[in-house]
């Protein structure tokens, strides 16, 4: 608008924030019997605005050195955006946002007086240099000094015990200095993005997003003790922080603090998740006495690779997700090990497990430069949990862990160990239980499984295994044994359920067998038949009871085969990679087309 001179009308006015933001308003007349009230900054960015008159006498407001206080002189309630402030000697309360957008104020005084100072007071203000010096009896609101973007110069500070929410937030500081037991609140310094160095005194709290996204490059920080919370310097370009003494840091602390290159929490005794998640210069990190780390602390820290710790027992689901560099930590007292805790982190070469209780889904997987897990069979784990050290074989890298004891497992899961492409040495000496795929793409060449009672599918397909002992195997899955390279294959009692290709196209076997007879029918309680071997080759039943003949020894000698009369199906994967010259089969009392159309699939 073009209005330049705005007159309150002589009754209660309530004007609200921003109500002449932006405006011409150079002059604000106030009539006799005016009263007003103020909800926030109505003139905010009203640059023009200069002059304060009352017409006549008005029995609430007084207008002094250009700046409008109550009747008693001793509450300042508004002042022009090109008035100079001095505070004046008699002041004891600065309304909300008062002197807030001031464009000509340099440099400004809190008397002694001045018990109250209400939210935005100063806020977007263009004061240089502030002293506080004796405002240690005064009660601050919030956003005291929001926005000052040319506030360079705080004098007095430590005369605060309270530094409120966003007291300084997106002002212009460059040093602080806090003395001993303040709190510092809510986003008090966030976006302050010119700070280089702070210093915090003992037993300083740091609330919730306190310094969020602040300081300049190569900055510091330095607190003598206390806690540190929520978010309070996250997304900030902090670079070295000594933290000796602080006990508690709170979730996301430093969360995407991208050029924090060095910590030191040597006393801390509690860190919130995410904690410094993505904080991706960040090398070394001290945190000596804490026994715990909670869920994704470290996770996706670049450049990370030497946590210093000694207390350890417990690490989180997704701790170091992706610290795809981390390559020193003491695990030698974890208990506990949570989901995805290592996954990807490339780095590692060596763990020491010798107090491991629990691990979790994925802990270890994609640890391709993993040589070495010590001391595992010294822990009390029985279980070793789905993808534990999986390793995705689609992708343009290599496992390289050799060889595990796993002497005192009982239980392993699907996939644990899939694509570990250099392991050839397992100690299975107590396994029980294997799901699928649990050894899927290594190279063991030797397999002694004493107690395994269960194999699931494809769990050991495709290795080059050349000696093979299942004495306790009950039941085994789908191509479980399928394609190793063991040259006998002795199938024990105990076996009572095969899946299909259990056992299909084993290299150099050239009978099957139980207890060294290439002749035996296994029969349950009841008498029943479940499944036998003739003339070396294996022949299982199907579900309603017909015969099927299950797998073909592929090192077997014959040039002619003639398949059992009765038999009712060809198993899928029966002769895969082998096969006599001549093969023929008695079609009485068979499936004449199923049986063909079989032998056709299987290129017969």
Not at 87 to 103: D, L, S, V
Not at 534 to 556: A, F, H, M, N, R
Request: hydrophobic share 40%; net charge negative; proline share 2%.
């Amino acid at each position: 608008s073009n209005i330049n001179t705005l007159v309150l009308p002589s009754c209660e006015v309530a004007l609200y924030d921003e109500a002449f933001k932006g405006s011409t308003i150079e002059t604000l007349q106030i009539n006799q019997n005016t009263s007003i009230s103020f909800e926030g900054a109505p003139f905010v960015n009203t640059e023009s605005f200069k002059t304060i008159k009352i017409n006549g006498t008005n029995p609430n407001y007084e207008v002094v050195d250009n700046m409008l206080v109550n009747k008693n002189k001793d509450t300042l309630i508004l002042v022009p955006a090109n008035t100079e402030v001095v505070i004046p000697a008699t002041i004891k309360t600065i309304e909300a946002a008062a002197i807030a957008g001031n464009n000509v104020t340099k440099s400004l005084v809190i008397p002694a007086t001045v018990t109250t100072i209400k939210d935005f007071a100063f806020a977007n203000s263009n004061i240089e240099t502030l002293d506080l010096s004796n405002a240690n009896n005064a009660s601050f609101g919030n956003y005291v000094f929001y926005g000052c973007a040319n506030l360079t110069t705080v004098n007095g500070l430590n005369s605060l015990d309270v530094i409120k929410e966003y007291m300084f937030a997106f002002s212009g500081l460059t040093q602080l200095a806090i003395a001993d037991n303040v709190v510092i609140e809510y986003g008090a310094f966030a976006e302050c993005d010119n700070l280089t160095n702070v210093t915090l005194g003992n037993n300083v709290t740091v609330g919730q997003y306190a310094f969020y996204g602040s300081f300049a490059l190569e900055s510091s920080v330095v607190i003598g003790s206390g806690t540190i919370g929520d978010y309070s310097f996250a997304d900030s370009n902090i670079n070295n922080v000594i933290a000796n003494n602080v006990t508690s840091v709170g979730e996301g602390a430093f969360m995407q603090a991208r050029n924090l290159a060095s910590i030191s929490l040597q006393n801390v005794s509690e860190l919130g998740l995410y904690a410094f998640y993505d904080a991706d210069k960040l090398l070394t990190v001290d945190i000596s006495n804490l026994t715990s780390i909670a869920y994704a602390t470290f996770a996706e820290c670049d450049e990370l690779t030497t946590i210093i710790s000694s207390k350890l027992s417990s690490i989180g689901d997704e701790a170091f997700m992706n610290a795809v560099k981390l390559s020193s930590i003491d695990l030698s007292k974890v208990t506990s090990i949570g989901k995805y805790s290592f996954y990807n982190c490339a780095g590692l070469t060596s763990i020491d497990l010798t107090s491991i209780k629990t691990l979790d889904d994925a802990s270890f997987a994609e640890c391709t430069g993993l040589t070495e897990v010590k001391n595992l069979e010294k822990s009390s784990l029985t279980v070793i949990p789905s993808n534990a050290f999986f390793h995705d074989t689609t992708l343009q890298t290599t496992s390289v862990l050799s060889s595990i004891n796993l002497s005192k497992v009982i239980e392993i899961k699907e996939n644990a160990f899939y694509g570990n492409s250099s392991l050839n040495s397992v100690n299975l000496a107590n396994v029980e239980s294997i799901e699928n795929y649990a050894f899927y793409g290594t190279i063991l060449n030797k397999l002694s499984l004493p107690k395994a009672k269960t194999v699931g599918h494809f769990v050991f397909y495709g290795c080059p295994i050349r000696e093979l002992s299942i004495p306790s195997l009950v039941s085994v899955g789908e191509c479980a044994f399928a394609e190793i390279y063991a040259s006998k294959v002795d199938l024990p009692e105990t076996l009572e359920s095969i899946d299909y290709g259990s056992f299909s196209s084993i290299t150099f076997v050239e009978n099957y067998t139980h207890n060294g007879e290439v002749n035996y029918t296994k029969v349950d309680s009841n008498n029943k038949e479940l499944w036998k071997i003739i003339d070396g080759v294996l022949y299982t039943y199907l579900s309603d009871g017909k015969l099927q003949l299950q797998s073909y020894p592929v090192g077997s000698k014959r040039e002619s085969y003639q398949i059992v009369e009765g038999t009712y199906r060809i198993d899928a994967y029966s002769f895969y990679n082998t096969g006599p010259e001549t093969l023929t089969h008695s079609v009485k009392n068979s499936a004449k087309a199923g049986i063909i159309d079989i032998l056709e699939e299987e290129g017969l």
